[in-house]
């Protein structure tokens, strides 16, 4: 069974930065891509980040380029959020998700697992 588990959540104030990750078990993803969504109240999920099997293509939504930072350990089954200069509008659950295909996408659909979500609270 397939299992996604995010961590490195939390509460920081305006400017600052967290980590996140994620964790998978219950089968090999090196060929997979791999992706990060989030969902503030009221509002849908979108699509934060996304990077290919290999790390060779990675795709950033245009909120966050320049801040946010993925990458992925294969060895380790385990994928990595660095958020930096953190803004209140950055505050939202952060799913983590594996494609069915070796290259990231924007939507939702494309990804077969997702995890629980972990809550990223930016003070001002």
């Known amino acids: 069974q397939v299992q996604l588990v995010e961590s490195g959540g939390g509460l920081v104030q305006a400017g600052g930065s967290l980590r996140l990750s994620c964790a998978a078990s219950?089968?090999?993803?090196?060929?997979?891509?791999m992706g990060w969504f989030r969902q503030a109240p009221g509002k849908e999920r979108e699509f934060v980040v996304a990077?290919?099997?290999?790390?060779?293509?990675?795709l950033y939504a245009d909120s966050v380029k320049g801040r946010f930072t993925i990458s992925r350990d294969n060895a380790k089954n385990t994928m990595y959020l660095q958020m930096n200069s953190l803004k209140s509008e950055d505050t939202a659950v952060y799913y983590c998700?594996?494609?069915?295909?070796?290259?990231?996408?924007?939507?939702?659909?494309?990804?077969?697992?997702w995890g629980q979500g972990t809550q990223v609270t930016v003070s001002s």
């Open positions: 998700a594996i494609a069915s295909g070796r290259y990231g996408t924007t939507r939702p659909n494309d990804y077969n697992y």
């Open positions: 219950g089968g090999t993803f090196s060929s997979n891509a």
């Open positions: 990077i290919s099997w290999n790390s060779g293509l990675i």
